[in-house]
């Protein structure tokens, strides 16, 4: 089991940038592929993008391909999420987790795990 704890949301103006942090707990954090979703209110969770167990891999949903950019680090058990270039479309709570079979779902229901969120504001 792990334990996620993201940080680093905020209110910034639009075509500024943010990085998000998910720390995780325990000692097996390199098993997990981990991915990063947002829901705006009123709307679904929706998928942002993945990274593999090592991060030689990563992928992201068209709306933020070019954008953002997933990073880890296994020795300090954290996931990354960089944010340029925002948008206010980009409003939304963010939430990472963490995905025990390593297969970088785009669905939610992929992942086991889940942070609890950090809000993320885009003014125009």
């Known amino acids: 089991q792990v334990q996620l704890v993201e940080s680093g949301g905020g209110l910034v103006q639009a075509g500024g940038s943010l990085r998000l942090s998910c720390a995780a707990s325990?000692?097996?954090?390199?098993?997990?592929?981990m991915g990063w979703f947002r829901q705006a209110p009123g709307k679904e969770r929706e998928f942002v993008g993945a990274?593999?167990?090592?991060?030689?891999?990563?992928s992201y949903a068209d709306s933020v391909k070019g954008r953002f950019t997933i990073s880890r680090d296994n020795a300090k058990n954290t996931v990354y999420l960089q944010m340029n270039s925002l948008k206010p479309e980009d409003t939304a709570v963010y939430y990472c987790?963490?995905?025990?079979?390593?297969?970088?779902?785009?669905?939610?229901?992929?992942?086991?795990?889940w942070g609890q969120g950090t809000q993320v504001t885009v003014s125009s």
């Open positions: 987790a963490a995905d025990p079979n390593g297969e970088m779902a785009t669905s939610a229901s992929g992942y086991d795990y």
């Open positions: 990274i593999s167990r090592t991060g030689y891999s990563t």
């Open positions: 325990g000692r097996t954090f390199r098993r997990y592929s």
